[in-house]
């Protein structure tokens, strides 16, 4: 069996009922845990990253910090205000130089009572990948942005780094990505929820007019209809 863990980057800008509720589900897999706040947190091994901003570039530094302190083989990039089926922690990288992003996810506008999703729904939050191979890729994702003095610029959702593509191995070079590395999509056995709310790092997305291209396979559902999720419930809706 191969050597898995989690690493949790939290900016600390939400709290009851979205973070308990969420950090209940990831500590529910078992798998060892490495978060990194930018306040104490009493979650796994916590790290603090202090004097930083919210910012696309401190999230890059949360996960460089945890992914150094971990010492598994694999890695569950894990999100604050996700909720995370205990299927979702099944899967098992087959290889150590591609990403795999799980698809069979929704995203939920808190707390309205719709959700959506749409075909290769690849999120950040959904990444399972070898640890070095992740380790390398945002190290050099600093030093690029460092080297070109984008470092300086600490937006919520810079111009570049949307260019740059959030995912890694998602978008290539020839269409302005970073890097040309591969990925690829599994599906867990019941889906995830990605919370979106007024503290989300990036845009929601969760209506068609926030897109630039509208996605293939759109659908929109009532949140009771989400496999193995009862939210009204869960968030005393």
């Known amino acids: 069996m191969k050597n898995k863990g989690i690493v949790y980057y939290t900016d600390n800008r939400i709290g009851k009922p979205i973070i308990p509720i969420c950090q209940k589900y990831i500590a529910a897999s078992g798998l060892p845990i490495v978060s990194c706040s930018l306040k104490p947190i009493d979650f796994g091994q916590n790290i603090v990253l202090k004097n930083r901003v919210r910012s696309y570039l401190t999230m890059i530094e949360q996960i460089i910090l945890a992914l150094e302190a971990s010492t598994t083989d694999y890695i569950f990039f894990c999100e604050h205000d996700v909720l995370y089926h205990l299927s979702h922690f099944d899967f098992v990288p087959p290889r150590n130089d591609i990403y795999y992003y799980n698809v069979n996810n929704f995203r939920w506008r808190y707390s309205t009572e719709y959700a959506i999703t749409y075909e290769w729904l690849a999120s950040l939050s959904q990444l399972c990948c070898n640890r070095l191979l992740a ?90 209809q989400i496999p193995g999720w009862s939210l009204k419930e869960l968030f005393n809706l």
Request: net charge positive; glycine share 6%.
């Open 135 to 224: 380790l390398n890729h945002f190290k050099k994702r600093l030093q690029v942005a460092d080297e070109q003095g984008l470092s300086k610029l600490r937006s919520r959702e810079p111009v570049w780094a949307r260019r740059w593509g959030y995912e890694p191995g998602t978008k290539k070079k020839r269409r302005g990505g970073f890097s040309d590395e591969d990925y690829e999509i599994w599906q867990s056995e019941y889906p995830n929820v990605d919370i979106r709310h007024k503290w989300t790092l990036s845009c929601p997305k969760t209506t068609l007019e926030e897109f630039k291209h509208q996605p293939v396979g759109w659908r929109e559902i009532n949140i009771e």
